[in-house]
C-alpha cells in the first residue's frame, strides 16, 4: 500500500509540475479504433481548439510521463518521434503501438498520462489523464466485460455518429437455430463474423451479402470474441441532419450457415446515448374541403431527420396521379391540379391520397371525400 501511495504522489506531482505551464484543456480526445489492445496500433487525435497551440500547422509533439518517459530531458527539444501528424483545422493525431512507444509489456499498462506541446515547449496544454472526463483521457477498454457472459458490448458509451465506435461480440454466447431449438454458441464455430445491421428500427441497411463482405467483416481480438470499427456516419451514408435512435444487429458468417442473435434469438438493439427529441411532424390538407374542380395542396411540416423526400399517389377511379414533394425538412410541399386531370370525370365520391418518403414507410394512405357540384 505504501508503495502504491508513492507512485500516485510522484504522478501527482508531475502533472502538477506540467500543468504549471499549461495552456489550455484539450477540447477532445479520441482513438481510432475505440477499443484498443496494448500491442496493435492505434491513432490517438486531439483536437487542440481552446488551447495556446489552436491555430497551429506544425511542429505539435507528445509528452507523455506514464507508463513511461518516451522523450525524457527533451522538453526543450521534442524528439522528431514525438511529432503528430496534423489532420485538418485544429485535430491532429499520434500514431503508435503502446507496448512498443511506451517499452513495456502489456500487462503493466494500465493508463495513460501526458499532454501535446509545441517543440520547445513554450505553449503545451493541460494534461490528459484518466481521472479527466472523457472525452478528455485515453483509456484501454476493460476485455473482461466481454470475456464474461457478455453477448455484446461497445465503447465508448458515449458514442457519437461521427467519431469511432467499437461494437465487441463473444461469439460463444450467441443465439442461433431460432427456428429449431435454439442453442449458443454455434456462431463460434464460423470461420468468419459479419455484421448485418441497421440504423433507427433498420431504417437504413448495411447487409451482410457479397457485395459488403469486407465492409461488414469484423477482426477476431481472439477467444471467440470479434470487434467491428466503424465511425457510424460513414459506414450507414447518415446525413448531418439525421438523429440517431438506436443501433440494429444480427451477427452471421459470410454464406449465413452460422448466425448469432441476443437472448430468446432477438436482434441486438444499442441505444444511442443522447436522443435529441424531434419535433411532431403535421401533415396538412388545403383546402380542407375539396372537389374534382379544385387544386389540392399538400404539405407537410417538421419532418423526422433522415426525410429527405416524399412522394404522393392520387387514385381517382381509374385514373392515377403520382409525384414528388418539394422543398426541404422543415417544410415539405406539392399542389396537383384537379382541374384538369379530372375534367372528362362524370361522378366521383372521393379520391385516395397515399403519401411515402424516402425509405418507403406509407405517411398517409387516407379516402379523402370530394364535395359533390351542383350540375
Known amino acids: 500500500m505504501k508503495k502504491i501511495t508513492v507512485i500516485i504522489m510522484i504522478l501527482f506531482s508531475l502533472v502538477i509540475s506540467y500543468n504549471v505551464f499549461s495552456q489550455g484543456r484539450i477540447a477532445e480526445i479520441w482513438t481510432q479504433p475505440a477499443v484498443f489492445k496494448a500491442d496493435e496500433p492505434v491513432s490517438w487525435y486531439f483536437d487542440v481548439t481552446g488551447t495556446a497551440l489552436e491555430g497551429e500547422t506544425e511542429g505539435i509533439y507528445m509528452w507523455t510521463w506514464f507508463p513511461s518517459e518516451p522523450d525524457a530531458g527533451n522538453w526543450n527539444n521534442s524528439s522528431d518521434f514525438a511529432a503528430l501528424t496534423h489532420v485538418e483545422g485544429n485535430i491532429w493525431r499520434f500514431d503508435l503501438t503502446p507496448t512498443e512507444y511506451y517499452g513495456v509489456e502489456a500487462g503493466s499498462l494500465t493508463a495513460f498520462y501526458g499532454l501535446v506541446k509545441n517543440k520547445d515547449g513554450s505553449k503545451v496544454t493541460d494534461a490528459f489523464a484518466p481521472d479527466q472526463t472523457p472525452p478528455n483521457d485515453i483509456r484501454l477498454y476493460d476485455l473482461s466485460t466481454i470475456k464474461g457472459t457478455a453477448i455484446i458490448d461497445y465503447f465508448p458509451e458515449n458514442f457519437q455518429v461521427d467519431r469511432p465506435l467499437s461494437i465487441l461480440v463473444n461469439t460463444n454466447n450467441t443465439w442461433s437455430k431460432c427456428n429449431t431449438t435454439p442453442v449458443q454458441g ?52 447518415l446525413s448531418d441532419e439525421y438523429v440517431l435512435s438506436n443501433i440494429n444487429i444480427v451477427f452471421a458468417d459470410d454464406a449465413w450457415t452460422h448466425e448469432g442473435k441476443a437472448l430468446n434469438c432477438n436482434d441486438f438493439l444499442i441505444q444511442a446515448p443522447e436522443v435529441p427529441v424531434e419535433p411532431v411532424p403535421s401533415l396538412i390538407f388545403f ?11 399538400i404539405i407537410r411540416q417538421k419532418n423526422e431527420s433522415f426525410v429527405t423526400g416524399l412522394t404522393y399517389k392520387i387514385t381517382a377511379g381509374t ?6 414533394f418539394e422543398g426541404n425538412k422543415d417544410e415539405m410541399r406539392v399542389c396537383v391540379d384537379l382541374v384538369t386531370a379530372l375534367k372528362d370525370v362524370a361522378t366521383l365520391e372521393k379520391i385516395n391520397v397515399v403519401i411515402k418518403d424516402n425509405t418507403g414507410r406509407t405517411i398517409t394512405n387516407s379516402d379523402i371525400p370530394l364535395v359533390q357540384l351542383q350540375q
Not at 385514373?319 to 414528388?324: A, D, R
Open 186 to 237: 454455434d456462431l463460434a464455430l464460423a470461420s468468419n463474423v459479419h455484421m448485418h445491421s441497421g440504423v433507427n428500427n433498420w431504417n437504413i441497411i448495411v447487409e451482410n451479402n457479397t457485395a459488403n463482405l469486407s465492409k461488414t467483416e469484423l477482426d477476431s481480438i481472439g477467444d471467440g470474441i470479434f470487434r467491428m470499427d466503424l465511425i457510424l456516419k460513414d459506414y450507414y451514408g
Open 287 to 297: 383546402p380542407q374541403k375539396i372537389s374534382k374542380k379544385d387544386i389540392l395542396c
Open 319 to 324: 385514373i392515377e396521379l403520382t409525384g414528388s
